[in-house]
């Protein structure tokens, strides 16, 4: 199974920040890897899909980049509803697999 | 717009079988791929498996056979079943059109307790 380390696990954001959270793969996922947002009690919601394709209705301040192993997601300008935990998944190999997530709290 | 919904028990006995079925509105489910996926507590997520547009299946292998996923399309509906559940088998189900998974379910809480 391909193994997605996400990191850091926990960052502290001022609003206004630009931040970059890391995926990392333990093989190649070529350009199979997709970002999610997901809010406390409610489901996930995809913001950039195939590494760094964006997603009608996701604000523009969020973007993605990478190919192979190497991924980020940036915020361009914390928001306080950004607040979340985001994951990265990858479909290019059986099974998907997910990374543990970044957990985005306020400092 | 497409809307799926989960639906059944939220308390499972252990060693007994968990059923979910995931409704589709807004699209068919004779096209894409239709997965499950769970979110243990403590965030870990799990990509369970998915069937076809054809009703081809795919499992994650972590399930080994206790998993099986059909479908009606006349309902527009597909099911999970989860055999021989333990305790470990506790957290949010999630059906979602993959890949990626842009459309997914609100989510439903299964806890396997006796």
């Known amino acids: ?107 | 717009e497409v809307q799926l919904q989960e639906s059944g028990p939220g308390l499972v006995k252990p060693s007994q079988s968990l059923s979910l079925t995931c409704s589709v509105t807004g699209y068919s489910i004779t096209s894409n791929y239709w997965g499950w996926i769970r979110k243990f507590p403590g965030n870990k997520m799990e990509w369970m498996g998915y069937i076809s547009y054809s009703g081809s299946t795919s499992y994650n292998p972590s399930l080994k056979s206790r998993i099986s996923i059909t479908r009606d399309t006349s309902k527009n509906q597909f099911f999970l079943q989860l055999n021989s559940v333990t305790t470990e088998d506790t957290a949010t189900y999630y059906c979602a059109r993959s890949t990626p998974f842009a459309y997914w379910g609100q989510g439903t809480l299964v806890t396997v307790s006796s």
Not at chain 1, 26 to 41: A, G, I, R
Not at chain 1, 53 to 62: C, E
Not at chain 1, 88 to 105: V, Y
């Open chain 1, 1 to 107: 199974d391909v193994v997605l380390t996400q990191s850091p696990a926990t960052l502290s954001v001022t609003p206004g920040e630009r931040i970059s959270l890391s995926c990392r793969a333990s093989e190649s996922v070529d350009t199979y890897l997709h970002w999610y947002q997901q809010k406390p009690n409610e489901s996930p919601r995809l913001l950039i899909k195939y590494a760094s394709q964006s997603i009608s209705g996701i604000p523009s301040r969020f973007s993605g980049s990478g190919s192979g192993t190497d991924f980020t997601l940036s915020i361009n300008g914390v928001e306080l509803e950004d607040l979340s935990i985001y994951y990265c998944q990858q479909g290019n190999s059986l099974p998907f697999t997910f990374g543990s997530g970044t957990k985005l709290e306020i400092k």
